[in-house]
C-alpha cells in the first residue's frame, strides 16, 4: 500500500501562484509514477499531470499546460505540482496519485491521496 498525502491548497486571487506537495509512504516512492488530478464541484475528476519515476516523462492537460509545472524529489518522497497564472477554473479539489508508469497513472491509478481544496476568487 502506497499512502499519500496532499497539503498546499487555499484560497488565491486569479492570476496568482500556489504550489502543492504530496509525501509518499509505505513503498519506494521511486517505484512509483506520480500524478495530479482534480474535481471541481458539479464535474467529474479529471487528469492533471503527470510525471515518471525519475522524471523523464511528463504529461500534462492542455488546460494547464505552460501554467502548472509537476516535479519529484525521490529523495523527500514527496510530488510537487507548481500552479500559476490560476484562473477562475481551477478552483477544484486536487487529488495526488500514484501508479505503476505514467500512462498507466494518467488513466487509472492504483493509489489516490485524500484531496486538497484550491479556490481562485476574483
Known amino acids: 500500500q502506497v499512502q499519500l498525502v496532499e497539503s498546499g491548497g487555499g484560497l488565491v486571487q486569479a492570476g496568482g501562484s500556489l504550489r502543492l506537495s504530496c509525501v509518499a509512504s509505505?513503498?519506494?516512492?521511486?517505484?512509483?509514477?506520480m500524478g495530479w488530478f482534480r474535481q471541481a464541484p458539479g464535474k467529474e475528476r479529471e487528469f492533471v499531470a503527470v510525471i515518471s519515476r525519475y522524471g523523464v516523462t511528463i504529461y500534462y492537460a492542455d488546460s494547464v499546460k505552460g501554467r502548472f509545472t509537476i516535479s519529484r524529489d525521490n529523495a523527500k518522497n514527496t510530488v510537487y505540482l507548481q500552479m500559476n497564472s490560476l484562473k477562475l477554473e481551477d478552483t477544484a479539489v486536487y487529488y495526488c496519485?500514484?501508479?505503476?508508469?505514467?500512462?498507466?497513472?494518467?488513466?487509472?491509478?492504483?493509489?489516490w491521496g485524500q484531496g486538497t481544496q484550491v479556490t481562485v476568487s476574483s
Open positions: 496519485a500514484a501508479g505503476r508508469s505514467a500512462v498507466d497513472t494518467r488513466a487509472n491509478p492504483d493509489y
Open positions: 509505505g513503498r519506494t516512492f521511486s517505484n512509483y509514477a
